[in-house]
């Protein structure tokens, strides 16, 4: 069990490239204590939305925002599943996913916000527990996914910058009037 939840940010290496903006949002130096507090920030942020915008899109070709939450989901649990196996020292070389195809086939838009919202609270409560069950050692390992090397610690500081993100183009973009 690790004694601590500060854990140092990843070094270039241990991700890809183009994850540089997600790790670099995330400036708590305990992660974890961040995607615990993300949980109750972003059931706050989906309080605030008008019923008549949760299947709003900001422009053509773009998700709603129910499909942004199915989105936010559905990477975490991939993101996740990638660092259990990698964790648990499986070397198997892990393919990417094609988000698009993810959010368009999730049938988001059927479902309530707040079943998502609790959706996603469920997600996010398991993926912080096994993440607390990682030592340092642990979090150091490195995988391949999507062909590119990567470490569960950087898994976990992709999760929490990616809702940082996507939390953020929800509040410029969708949903302007509420900042």
């Not at 990843?10 to 949980?39: F, N, R, T």
């Not at 109750?40 to 925002?65: C, G, H, R, V």
């Not at 094609?98 to 959706?119: Q, T």
Request: proline residues 6%; negative net charge.
């Amino acid at each position: 069990m690790i004694m601590t939840t500060r854990i140092e940010k990843p070094k270039p290496g241990e991700y890809a490239p183009y994850y540089q903006p997600y790790i670099d949002k995330v400036q708590d130096p305990d992660p974890l204590h961040l995607m615990k507090s993300q949980i109750m920030d972003l059931q706050a942020l989906l309080s605030e939305i008008p019923a008549e915008k949760e299947e709003f899109a900001y422009a053509k070709n773009k998700w709603t925002i129910k499909q942004l939450i199915g989105h936010i989901i559905d990477a975490e649990r991939i993101f996740t599943y990638r660092a259990l196996r990698i964790a648990r020292g499986d070397q198997t070389p892990l393919h990417g996913f094609e988000e698009n195809d993810y959010a368009a086939s999730g049938r988001f838009n059927e479902r309530s916000l707040p079943d998502l919202g609790h959706e996603y609270a469920v997600v996010r409560e398991s993926t912080v527990a096994l993440f607390k069950s990682f030592d340092a050692e642990t979090l150091l390992r490195t995988g391949m996914a999507n062909n590119n090397t990567v470490s569960v610690r950087a898994i976990l500081y992709i999760i929490a910058g990616h809702q940082l993100h996507h939390e953020q183009v929800l509040r410029e973009r969708y949903l302007p009037e509420i900042e």
